[in-house]
């Protein structure tokens, strides 16, 4: 069974960056594509990108290209989400969520983080 | 950007009675399409993948059908822990989007 334990709880300043990881136990890393997901408060899911670590390839969706960095360390099975020049309407939660991809790239999401509340605030 | 939108946004039913919520795309997303259940608090929880399929562990009173464009969760028998937020996704293609939500609250 496979976990996702994500960092806690970060309060920034508008204009600094956040760094979210999410550490996987269980599974094949190298084989997982790991997704972030947002969520306003009060409002629906956001999807932010992937990364695929044995492809060493990450997907952006628009809204964030140019502010977001996806990275992964297999050693430590840890996938890192960063987000630059931050403002109050980036504050949310951040979840990652995974599924093991060896056999097909595209698939819903198993595995889910629970969550780290990033808060944007001067 | 293929878009999906749910009906109805608020569903008021009792624990025992059906409930169905439906998901429309944009364009069609073949059987790519899941749906989550968010508790209040909680990470969301896959319910359905592949239009159809249950994932592990997810009791059989919930169930999905269509194909395309249109798309509905069922779920035969409320019970009291079912009542939350449900979310429709399609993953075939970049970006992966969501549905807006339907939340399920008890009448």
């Known amino acids: 069974q496979v976990q996702l334990v994500q960092s806690g709880a970060e309060v920034k300043k508008p204009g600094s960056s956040v760094k979210v990881s999410c550490r996987a136990s269980g599974g094949t890393f190298n084989s997982f594509v790991i997704h972030w997901v947002r969520q306003a408060p009060g409002q629906g899911l956001e999807w932010m990108g992937r990364i695929f670590p044995m492809l060493v390839l990450a997907d952006y969706a628009q809204k964030f290209q140019g502010r977001v960095t996806f990275t992964a360390d297999e050693a430590t099975k840890t996938a890192y989400m960063e987000l630059s020049s931050l403002r109050s309407e980036d504050t949310g939660v951040y979840y990652c969520?995974?599924?093991?991809?060896?056999?097909?790239?595209?698939?819903?999401?198993?595995?889910w983080g629970q969550g780290t509340l990033v808060t944007v605030s001067s | 950007e293929i878009v999906l939108t749910q009906s109805p946004g608020t569903l008021s039913l009792s624990p025992g009675e059906r409930a169905t919520l439906s998901c429309r795309a944009s364009?069609?997303?073949?059987?790519?399409l899941a749906w989550y259940q968010q508790r209040p608090g909680q990470a969301p929880r896959l319910l359905i993948y592949g239009a159809s399929n249950r994932a592990p562990g997810i009791p059989d009173r919930f169930g999905g059908s269509g194909s395309g464009t249109d798309f509905t969760l069922t779920i035969s028998r409320l019970e009291p822990e079912d009542f939350a937020v449900y979310y429709c996704q399609q993953y075939g293609g970049s970006p992966v989007t969501f549905g807006q939500g339907t939340k399920l609250e008890i009448k």
């Open positions: 364009q069609s997303v073949s059987n790519y």
């Open positions: 969520a995974s599924r093991d991809a060896a056999e097909e790239l595209v698939g819903p999401f198993d595995y």
